[in-house]
C-alpha cells in the first residue's frame, strides 16, 4: 500500500516536532449521536492527533467496564455500523487530516460484508483498522484485503508477545503498532512504565512502524513518561468515563463537550518531549 497516507504523513510531522502521537479513543455515538459527533468535531482542535473511533458491539470482549457502558450507551441510542461509517464521513466534510482508526470486531462486519465494509470506509475517509478478535492466522479475512485496498491494518501487541510472535503480529501489520500496556481488559490498572519502556524497545527490534502504547493511561503525566520511549500514547478509557459522568448528571451536550476537549487538552501537553 501507497506509504503517503494520513498516518504516515501525521507520524512524520508529530516527529519534527519532537513530540509523541495523542491518540485519542471515542466510542461512535456516545452518549448519543449528536452529542458523540460534536465530541468528534472538536477533538482535533483540542489536541487529538489521531481518533481512534469504537465500533459499538454488544459483547466487547477486550474493554473495561467504562468502554463496555459506552457500547451499551451507543447501541441504546440506536447507533449502527453503518451510522458509524456516516459519522465519519461528515467529519471528513471539515477536517481532511486527522487520520481516524475504526476499533472493533469481527461479527458486525462480517454481517455487513467485509468488502462492501472495506470499500465504504475507504470511500467515507477511514484510515485504518484494529480488529481484536482476529489473529495473524485469520489474516485472509480482511488483513489481507484491507492491505490491498490501502486500508491500514493495525495489530495489538502485549507483554506477553514474544520475539517469535512478534514476528507473526507484524507480518502484515501497518500504520502503528498498538502495545497494550498491560496484560487485561481497558481501563482497570496502569501499567509500570519500566517494563513497558522494555518492551516497546522489544518491538522496535522487529519494525520501523510507530509504536503506540495504551491501556491504563488516564493523566497527563502517565502520558509525559510514555512520551519519552514511545511514538504515541493512546487514551480511551479516561475520556469514555468524562462522557459517562456527564451523562449521569444530566449534563447538556456542550458541557459534556467542553469536559472532553479541556481533558484532551490537557493530556496533549503531555506528549511534548522534554
Excluded at 459499538?56 to 457502558?69: E, K, L, N, V, W
Excluded at 500514547?233 to 459534556?256: N, P, Y
Amino acid at each position: 500500500m501507497s506509504s503517503d497516507n494520513r498516518l504516515t504523513r501525521r507520524f512524520e510531522k508529530i516527529r519534527s516536532e519532537n513530540r509523541a502521537a495523542l491518540i485519542t479513543f471515542l466510542t461512535a455515538g456516545d452518549p448519543n449521536p449528536d452529542t458523540a459527533e460534536k465530541i468528534l468535531a472538536g477533538m482535533p482542535k483540542a489536541g487529538a492527533d489521531v481518533i481512534e473511533l469504537g465500533m459499538p458491539f454488544s459483547d466487547p470482549m477486550a474493554d473495561g467496564p467504562a468502554i463496555q457502558a459506552a457500547n451499551l450507551r451507543a447501541l441504546g441510542a440506536g447507533m449502527t455500523l453503518k451510522k458509524t461509517l456516516a459519522t465519519v464521513e461528515r467529519f471528513r466534510k471539515e477536517d481532511d487530516d486527522t487520520p481516524i482508526i475504526l476499533m472493533g470486531y469481527y461479527n458486525p462486519i462480517h454481517y455487513y460484508g467485509v468488502q462492501a465494509f472495506i470499500d465504504k470506509a475507504i470511500d467515507v475517509g477511514v484510515d485504518g483498522l484494529i480488529i481484536v478478535d482476529l489473529p495473524p492466522e485469520e489474516d485472509v479475512e480482511m488483513c489481507h484485503p484491507c492491505l490491498t485496498a490501502g486500508l491500514n491494518w493495525i495489530r495489538l501487541t502485549t507483554p506477553t508477545s514474544d520475539d517469535s510472535r512478534l514476528k507473526v503480529i507484524l507480518k502484515n501489520s501497518s500504520g502503528f503498532v498498538y502495545h497494550v500496556a498491560i496484560a487485561g481488559i481497558t481501563g482497570t490498572r496502569s501499567a509500570d512504565s519500566k517494563s513497558v519502556m522494555k518492551d516497546v524497545a522489544r518491538i522496535k527490534r522487529h519494525t520501523k512502524l510507530p509504536v503506540a502504547v495504551g491501556f491504563g493511561i488516564k493523566s497527563a503525566d502517565q502520558v509525559s513518561e510514555t512520551a519519552e520511549f514511545a511514538e504515541a500514547v493512546v487514551v480511551g478509557s479516561a475520556l469514555v468515563q468524562r462522557i459517562a459522568d456527564g451523562s449521569d448528571a444530566s449534563k447538556t451536550a456542550e458541557d459534556i463537550c467542553s469536559d472532553v476537549h479541556q481533558l484532551v487538552a490537557k493530556l496533549a501537553t503531555g506528549t511534548i518531549r522534554n
